[in-house]
């Protein structure tokens, strides 16, 4: 899928029509985890200096296995250093397939809610909602939404998005 499918290029779109004063930073590195998130986020903020930010991160982290608290603790950072900044915070969170076993899955989706209670952060609770479960809308991988998701994810995310806008 070429980028500008992607639902941050529609965000785009979405925003130069409703909100034409805010312009998107696509800062996400493919295959990214939440340290790497940790590591790239102070240049992040620096350059751009944004108003709002998405973290979507993590799903790679629990693909891999990494330990919840270190997932939860780096995101911690992330969070911590965008309020620093004077960014509000959208999360999304996400959820990991069965086979990584019911406590390891409940214990990583428990990270991404316990953090946006802690922090008071309008939440999404699983980014691919409605979609993992339609075949057309996932890859052959059985991960990643299609070019025909990408709408879905948009709007899954705007009703907490545009109220920070």
Do not use: C
């Not at 034409?20 to 930073?25: G, I, L, N, R, S």
């Not at 780096?74 to 969170?93: E, F, Q, Y």
């Amino acid at each position: 899928m070429n980028q500008d499918q992607g639902w941050v290029s529609l965000l785009s779109h979405r925003l130069a029509l409703q909100y034409p004063h805010y312009e998107v930073v696509n800062a996400s590195v493919s295959g990214e985890t939440t340290g790497g998130g940790v590591t790239r986020l102070p240049k992040t903020l620096e350059l751009h200096q944004p108003d709002i930010i998405i973290f979507e991160l993590g799903g790679n982290d629990g693909l891999r296995g990494y330990p919840i608290d270190k997932i939860r603790n780096n995101l911690a950072r992330m969070i911590d250093a965008a309020r620093t900044a004077d960014s509000r915070v959208l999360l999304v969170g996400m959820v990991l397939p069965p086979n990584y076993g019911r406590r390891y899955t409940k214990a990583f989706e428990n990270a991404f809610e316990s953090l946006a209670d802690e922090y008071d952060l309008p939440f999404v609770p699983f980014f691919l909602d409605g979609v993992t479960t339609e075949r057309e809308l996932i890859q052959g991988d059985g991960i990643h939404p299609t070019v025909e998701a990408q709408p879905k994810l948009l709007d899954d995310i705007w009703p907490e998005l545009e109220p920070l806008l």
